[in-house]
């Protein structure tokens, strides 16, 4: 079985500063990890994945993520944050099946972006 | 391309009755998600469909149930509404099964 648990709810920052929002999983199986974006009243935005190879990965909007295996983290992070980047994040991770696939995602962390 | 689109958009319902959700897949996807997403939680798997099967149900009664049609385009069903269905329901699409998943903007589901 998968789980994700994304530590803090609610993160705030301000604009220029540094953007990290953690999320820890927990996967039988070598996982694939996803990080997706909400903004109010929408459905998610996939940021970005990390499926195998490259531990680093870079995504939309200036976002990256480490997939570290020993500390079974995946800690999402963007050098400088934009009024335009509050919104909720949410990680997530494919448990893959013989028969499907289906992903298992947090609880949320909603980013405030203070002027 | 057009992306995931969902109707109706809002809907309001009283407990006990019926609701059908649609949704339209990317052009080329054959797989489409159901997960039901409550005020302030992270969205719940429902269910996935391939090529008009079944290939994955989460910890939902069977209340719930769902189709894929021969265009791939999927309708989720829901029975006997309680008040705790009120949720946010997205679709998401994938080419293939096991394919990162698009979603889409979601219905939002009021029961009173």
């Known amino acids: 079985a998968q789980s994700v648990t994304q530590l803090g709810s609610h993160v705030s920052v301000s604009e220029g500063a540094l953007v990290l929002l953690r999320c820890n999983y927990s996967?039988?199986?070598?996982?694939?990890l996803f990080w997706y974006v909400q903004y109010p009243n929408q459905g998610l935005q996939l940021l970005l994945k990390y499926t195998t190879g490259a531990t680093l990965v870079k995504g939309i909007n200036g976002f990256e993520a480490e997939f570290k295996k020993s500390e079974t983290s995946f800690h999402l992070t963007k050098p400088s944050a934009h009024m335009s980047d509050a919104a909720e994040y949410f990680c997530?991770?494919?448990?893959?099946?013989?028969?499907?696939?289906?992903?298992?995602f947090g609880e949320g962390t909603q980013l405030t972006v203070n002027p | 391309d057009a992306g995931v689109t969902q109707s109706p958009t809002h809907l309001i319902k009283t407990r006990g009755q019926q609701v059908t959700l649609r949704c339209s897949p990317i052009?080329?996807?054959?797989?489409v998600s159901w997960y039901q997403q409550v005020l302030g939680q992270g969205p719940q798997f429902i269910f996935q469909?391939?090529?008009?099967?079944?290939?994955g149900r989460g910890n939902f009664p069977d209340r719930f149930s769902a189709r894929q049609f021969p265009n791939y385009s999927s309708e989720l069903n829901v029975n006997a509404l309680l008040l705790g269905d009120s949720a946010l329901y997205l679709c998401a699409s994938s080419s293939g099964i096991y394919t990162t998943q698009y979603f889409g903007p979601g219905t939002r589901l009021l029961v009173l």
């Open positions: 469909y391939y090529e008009k099967e079944e290939r």
């Open positions: 996967s039988s199986v070598p996982p694939y």
């Open positions: 052009s080329g996807h054959k797989s």
């Open positions: 997530a991770v494919e448990g893959v099946k013989t028969s499907g696939s289906r992903l298992t």
